[in-house]
């Protein structure tokens, strides 16, 4: 068994889904593991990683609108608030989603469904860039 690390840099504009499914898959080509796990990890706690429906724009839309109205950016709800109004309720979007993916390498491709696709959520107002560590463990033969 071999063991590969990346880190890929993500830019994002404030508060959506940014789809990273191609920089994955190109790691993914270009380390050429036949059978493997991929694991992926953000060490940040106000953004998470989804797999989700990649094909229409509304599930994003939707998934941003259900997440902001369970946890509001209100100050008078939290004690937390050191960053602005989005610093708790990105807290518990985190909470509430993934810092970390695993998915498997069969015969050297990514396990995503058709319509699957692996975002970086962005649960902040601000622009920042991410970190996305891809720890890739398996057989290239």
């Known amino acids: 068994m071999e063991q590969k690390f990346w880190t890929i840099n993500v830019i994002t504009k404030g508060i959506g889904l940014y789809e990273i499914t191609?920089?994955?898959?190109?790691?993914v080509s270009e380390v050429g593991f036949k059978n493997a796990l991929v694991n992926l990890t953000i060490p940040h706690t106000s953004c998470s990683l989804l797999i989700q429906e990649n094909a229409s724009p509304d599930v994003?839309?939707?998934?941003?609108?259900?997440?902001?109205k369970i946890a509001p950016m209100n100050h008078e709800l939290y004690q937390h608030d050191i960053e602005g109004v989005d610093d708790m309720p990105a807290?518990?979007?985190?909470?509430?989603?993934q810092t970390n993916l695993t998915l498997?390498?069969?015969d050297k491709k990514l396990m995503l469904g058709k319509w699957q696709g692996i975002f970086l959520f962005e649960h902040r107002l601000a622009d920042y860039m991410r970190e996305?560590?891809?720890?890739?463990?398996?057989?290239?033969d």
């Open 132 to 140: 996305v560590t891809i720890h890739i463990m398996g057989d290239k």
């Open 60 to 68: 994003q839309k939707d998934l941003i609108s259900f997440f902001n």
């Open 91 to 97: 807290h518990l979007k985190t909470s509430l989603t």
């Open 22 to 27: 191609d920089n994955i898959i190109a790691t």
């Open 104 to 106: 498997s390498i069969i």
